[in-house]
């Protein structure tokens, strides 16, 4: 049974620093891509950034660019969000999700089948 468990949420004055992490298990990730979602209060879930286990290729929503980092640990299934210099407006309960990445394709933004419970971040103004 895959399990994805968030961790690292928390609350930060705006332009400080945060970094989340999630941990997988229940399979073998190595041709999986794993992202990060945002949902903020009364909004629907948004797409932050997503790796490829296969390749460490990247993808970011331009919101976030040069200011979150995605990163991976494959030898333990763990994908990273580091973010920098944070907004109020990226307060939100963020998730981690995975899927199946076919080979050659791009990092997916979508239809991820795996969710964790997600983790508050909250950026006080």
């Known amino acids: 049974q895959v399990q994805l468990v968030e961790s690292g949420g928390g609350l930060v004055q705006a332009g400080g620093s945060l970094r989340l992490s999630c941990a997988a298990s229940?399979?073998?990730?190595?041709?999986?891509?794993m992202g990060w979602f945002l949902q903020a209060p009364g909004k629907e879930r948004e797409f932050v950034a997503a790796?490829?286990?296969?390749?460490?290729?990247?993808y970011y929503v331009d919101s976030v660019k040069c200011r979150f980092t995605i990163s991976r640990y494959n030898a333990e299934n763990t994908v990273y969000l580091q973010m920098n210099s944070l907004k109020p407006e990226d307060t939100a309960v963020y998730y981690c999700?995975?899927?199946?990445?076919?080979?050659?394709?791009?990092?997916?933004?979508?239809?991820?089948?795996?969710w964790g419970q997600g983790t508050q971040v909250t950026v006080s103004s």
């Open positions: 790796i490829s286990l296969r390749d460490g290729r990247i």
């Open positions: 229940g399979r073998t990730f190595i041709s999986y891509a």
């Open positions: 999700a995975a899927r199946f990445q076919p080979p050659g394709t791009i990092v997916p933004r979508t239809r991820y089948d795996y």
